[in-house]
């Protein structure tokens, strides 16, 4: 009998997804013959489905912390956690907006042309807290928040602005970044000295039926060629200094 490929189950915090998903329909097939499935959503959100049972064998976080909680709690092996990459939040306007992101920064939000801005929901995704101290860190939350546009997962916020149902975004660089919204709009970088660092950390959960696979999947992971793409989509190296 022939034996069936292994597939690895990875739940993936949602600014992974172009990096991640170029990752494992490029790059990682070529080299194991194990097939993946990503769930992608928000970091906090797929923390509680793993602490609910839900089968995943790997977990790709945003925030370090939800790892390091897991592993506390026995649903995840201390001894596989991989701080992976940094994160960057942006400010991101489409092509057809007036305003002069270069010029203006963070104050761009204040201009009367935006109506609404869009964000990741602070409650349970990363980006949403760091887009929330940002905007506080300027001095312009209680100016705006009234306009905010709160998406489940920084993918979501991504999509709003996106589709021009927002005027402006705070959303992850790897979204700036990404195919889909690289020529249909620009970005102002928010300085790291704005928001707490998105130090963001992948674990093998002590559930994973595949853990072998998902051990073999995050060691790819470390490899030249992975870290390569990551830097392509805006992450930092943990190893760089900023």
């Not at 907006?97 to 995704?125: T, Y």
């Not at 990404?178 to 249909?184: D, G």
Request: cysteine-free; aromatic content about 8%; glycine content about 8%.
């Amino acid at each position: 009998m022939p034996v069936l490929p292994q597939v690895i189950t990875v739940a993936a915090a949602a600014d992974l997804n172009p990096a991640l998903s170029e990752i494992v329909t490029k790059h990682y097939p070529r080299k194991s013959g194990e097939g993946i499935k990503i769930i992608f959503g928000a970091s906090g959100n797929l923390t509680t489905e793993i602490y609910n049972g839900a089968p995943f064998d790997i977990f790709f976080s945003a925030d370090e912390e939800y790892p390091k909680q897991l592993i506390a709690a026995g649903l995840a092996d201390g001894d596989t956690l991989y701080r992976y990459a940094i994160g960057r939040l942006v400010l991101w306007v489409p092509n057809e907006s007036p305003l002069d992101l270069n010029k203006l920064g963070m104050q761009a939000l204040l201009d009367p042309s935006v109506k609404k801005i869009a964000m990741a929901n602070p409650e349970h995704a990363p980006y949403g807290r760091a887009a929330e101290a940002a905007l506080r860190r300027f001095g312009l939350y209680d100016k705006i928040s009234g306009k905010l546009v709160l998406g489940e997962n920084v993918s979501q916020a991504a999509q709003f602005v996106e589709s021009g149902n927002a005027q402006a975004g705070l959303v992850a660089l790897s979204h700036a970044l990404a195919p889909a919204m690289k020529t249909k709009g620009r970005y102002w970088t928010v300085p790291l000295d704005a928001y707490p660092t998105l130090n963001q950390a992948a674990v093998v959960l002590s559930h994973a039926k595949q853990q072998e696979a998902a051990r073999k999947f995050l060691d790819f992971l470390h490899s030249p060629e992975a870290t390569s793409l990551l830097a392509d989509y805006g992450f930092s190296l943990p190893a760089e200094k900023h």
